[in-house]
């Protein structure tokens, strides 16, 4: 069940974000193409338009360029009703009534759009059953989000809380175990077992994973760092997390 608390109509660029978000049954508003538009991408998104019956305007591409605020919109603004967030006790309940090993992700106040983008496509291809983010705090889902996720954003669903302490409770309730990607502990991502029900917690861009958040998981665990520089990037560092999940349950 989606939580109908979204925000006001946004506008996504890029083609291929476009296409994904036709293709996951987003409400499209209004498509504004350049003229003189060409290539197999532009011809997979036309017959898209057609199909689906959708409003389009031919425009100049300094119209684009102010739809977009001078992104790489690659020649396509589309204005759309935004993403909706789910409900967390719901997705959940579905996801182990469909007899899933979850896997979840919590945001702590990840603030940096693309980051967050980032972080979301790889969700995405690495089977996350949800994402949750705090309402306070952090990145919107906004367009810059979605272009950056390459329109993963349509397809991974998205929950917000009041504070990521409730997610934790709820899922520690629902025995799915959790844990922080940190690098105050000793213990190594390669010695958590992901095969089981598993919640990751990945922190900030710049203090990490909150202190109080800490305390309460079940699991702490750091990547390897063999050079001088003291963390990764936290979209790398998740997705290093999220692929060791996959190669564990693959194996």
């Not at 896997?103 to 990840?110: G, M, P, R, V, Y």
């Amino acid at each position: 069940m989606n939580d109908n608390n979204t925000t006001e109509t946004t506008n996504i660029f890029g083609i291929r974000a476009i296409i994904e978000a036709i293709e996951s049954g987003s409400t499209i508003n209004k498509i504004y193409l350049q003229k003189g538009l060409r290539g197999s991408l532009f011809y997979e998104l036309d017959k898209l338009i057609k199909s689906n019956k959708l409003t389009t305007s031919m425009v100049p591409v300094e119209k684009l360029d102010r739809l977009s605020k001078r992104s790489n919109h690659q020649g396509a603004v589309a204005q759309i009703s935004p993403v909706e967030f789910y409900d967390l006790e719901t997705l959940i309940e579905k996801t182990i009534d469909d007899k899933k090993t979850p896997l979840f992700l919590l945001l702590d106040q990840l603030s940096d759009v693309r980051n967050f983008g980032a972080i979301i496509r790889t969700a995405e291809c690495t089977g996350v059953n949800g994402i949750i983010i705090q309402k306070n705090g952090s990145a919107p889902v906004n367009a810059e989000t979605i272009k950056t996720s390459a329109g993963a954003a349509f397809k991974i669903p998205i929950c917000k809380v009041d504070h990521i302490k409730d997610a934790l409770f709820l899922l520690q309730a629902s025995e799915i175990k959790t844990v922080a990607a940190t690098e105050k502990t000793e213990d190594s991502i390669f010695d958590i077992d992901f095969k089981q029900p598993i919640a990751i917690v990945m922190g900030s861009e710049h203090r990490g994973v909150n202190p109080s958040i800490l305390k309460m998981v079940d699991f702490k665990a750091k990547l390897p760092l063999l050079g001088e520089i003291a963390s990764l990037n936290v979209s790398v560092a998740c997705g290093a997390f999220l692929y060791e999940t996959v190669r564990q349950r693959m194996s």
